[in-house]
């Protein structure tokens, strides 16, 4: 029995299993650290070891392959990567971005209540969705919606992958983190996490948590601007048609007012309305009608941004509609050569969209602009059109006369947006048939994700890109690493010596104790990898001090997921390091104020929510 206020440990008595445990974990702590191995790589192979050890048997080593958690986790993935190629979150996250007639011009004020309805809008979106595949659909969404408005991204990518974290704590979908834990759960033969069981801790945690990053991000993040290019320098440059919707937000505002005027890497080069050039200098007074075309030119990548503007839609719609909702869909190059059919020709005469099965979005014709409906363009030899098409198309015309180039380009297809009301309805059938218990967790957001596969939402090959294989293969290992954990009586010791330094401070210093452990932690290891760990170790931490297991699981729940101090701490960190431009100290400045944040909130929040005796 140990005497309050001390610390009883003495390795010696540990079990030879324990102490292999011990060294197979610092050793991996060790590579993860030095970054001599990726996660999954080290978590896995720690298992192998401790399996050829005895430590473990096949059965216990396999056993996270067989659990509920990394097959929820894929599911999910797939209704993510749905989301992304449908563009199902998109308009959300502009009209966010945009808030109330916020002008591109950026203030200390405008910037924190951007931030402030951002992170709102993030961690809400993420208690829902997973939160590394938000952060992989949001992030170029940012990027990109800063590029045109000459924002800094720096402000807003840090505070996005933070406010998906505090996000996730709130359901038990919000993160794979708590899929884990709730396997581990059920291993230790409780029930598994309801959706909303960790919410009167994890809600409290969230709202602070944004509250600090509207107070503090616009402060302790610089705005590290890329370099801006000069679009009326350069000679690469496409012209594209886009017309005002009838029913737009557009409509009647001037160019200025629309935001059309400063955009970055692209201009407003003239109006038409009715067949009549309104404007050709695009002045900032000049109101824009429904139905009137705009004529843009500019760099590939920032003229495929302009086809996620709301109020306007591109001047091909009906061809991109042809096209651009296939499968696969990709942006190509291709030049006119001079043995090409196309030369002398337009769109619409030579019939390009059943010739090719592709659809053209913008035409550039070297210095020269070439504004005018596409489909009446004349082409010349040497003119580059901008396609989207499937990667049949490069496969068939490579070679052909007609394209001297046929070049695949990195930036993204346009969404398919016409299935994105489908992905939608999946998201909330998976949550709702989890919640009222028609199905658990895992058979909902499988069956979602096989409906959208069944009704061509998303294609077989988008599916399989859009699962994080190796977080699957990491949450499998970690279940698999806290089965060794707990088995090898290493858990035991672990415990009771966290026990005894928080039990001068009572239950909450039980709490405290146990969550920073596990916060530090999972700065070290993965989030996964560190719920995997000290689950065990919460749990007999909590029945020394006769507090309830299932509270103290919470409490690894909050540790593991909010990881803010490092960019190697967390996978949504790590994807927007460098999309900001940060310095590695940046985190750590933004994340400290968030991590005494969770600290203090977490031990009060927790016994007001659940009994802990």
Known sequence: MSTPGAVWWNPWAMDIDAWITLVVLVVAFALLAMERAPVPVAIGGAVGVLLL?????????????ASSAPWTIAGLYVLAGAATVTGALSPLIDRVLEGRGDASGSTDS?????????????????????????????????????????????????????????????????????????????????????????????LPVAAVGVLVLMLTAPWLLGARRAPTKDITSTADRYTIAMIVDEEGPLVGRTIDAAGLRHLHGVFLASVERGGARVTV??????????GDTCYFAGDVEDVVDLLDIRGLTIAEQRHLEGAGDQ????????????????????????????????AVLAIRRHDEHVPGKLGTIELRQGDVLLVVGTPEFERQWRGHRDFSVVAPLGAPAPARRQNSWLVLVA???????????????????????????????????EARRAVNLNVVFTIAMSISLGTAVAVSG??????AVLGDLGDPFG?????????????????????????????PVATVAALE????????????????????????????????????????????????????????????ALPLAIPLH
């Open 281 to 290: 200098a695009a002045r900032p007074e000049t109101v824009l009608g429904a």
């Open 110 to 202: 405008s910037d924190r209540m951007r931030i402030a309805r951002f992170t709102g809008a993030t961690a809400f979106l993420s208690a829902f969705i997973p939160n590394t595949p938000l952060v992989a659909l949001a992030a170029p969404r940012v990027v990109t919606w800063c590029r045109r408005t000459g924002n800094s991204a720096s402000l807003l990518l840090m505070p996005l992958s933070f406010a998906s974290v505090l996000g996730g704590v709130v359901t038990v979908i919000g993160t794979s983190t708590n899929l884990v834990v709730s396997d581990l759960l059920v291993e230790q033969g409780g029930e598994p996490l309801g959706v909303f069981e960790m919410t009167p801790v994890g």
């Open 427 to 461: 998201i909330v059938a998976t949550i709702g048939l989890a919640v009222f218990e028609v199905l658990d967790l895992m058979e909902s957001a499988l069956l979602a994700s096989a409906a959208l596969l069944v009704l061509r939402v998303i294609s077989i090959n």
């Open 507 to 535: 239950d909450t210093g039980r709490i405290v104790a146990v969550l920073v452990a596990t916060m530090i932690l999972t700065e070290l290891l993965s989030n996964n990898a560190a719920a995997a760990v000290m689950i």
């Open 490 to 495: 290493l858990a035991d010791e672990i415990g």
């Open 53 to 65: 050890a005895d430590v473990i048997d096949q059965e216990q080593a396999l056993s996270g392959l």
């Open 545 to 604: 001090g006769g507090i309830d297991p299932r509270a103290m699981a919470l409490v690894v729940l909050v540790g593991a997921s909010c990881s803010f101090l490092f960019p190697i701490g967390y996978q949504t960190n790590l994807m927007v390091y460098g999309l900001g431009g940060y310095r590695f100290t940046d985190f750590t400045r933004l994340g400290f104020p968030l991590t005494i944040a969770t600290i203090i909130v977490t031990p009060i």
């Open 327 to 358: 499968h696969d869909a990709t942006l190509y190059e291709v030049v006119v050569s001079e043995r090409s059919e196309l030369a002398g020709g337009t769109l619409s005469a030579v019939g390009f969209r059943a010739r090719y099965d592709a």
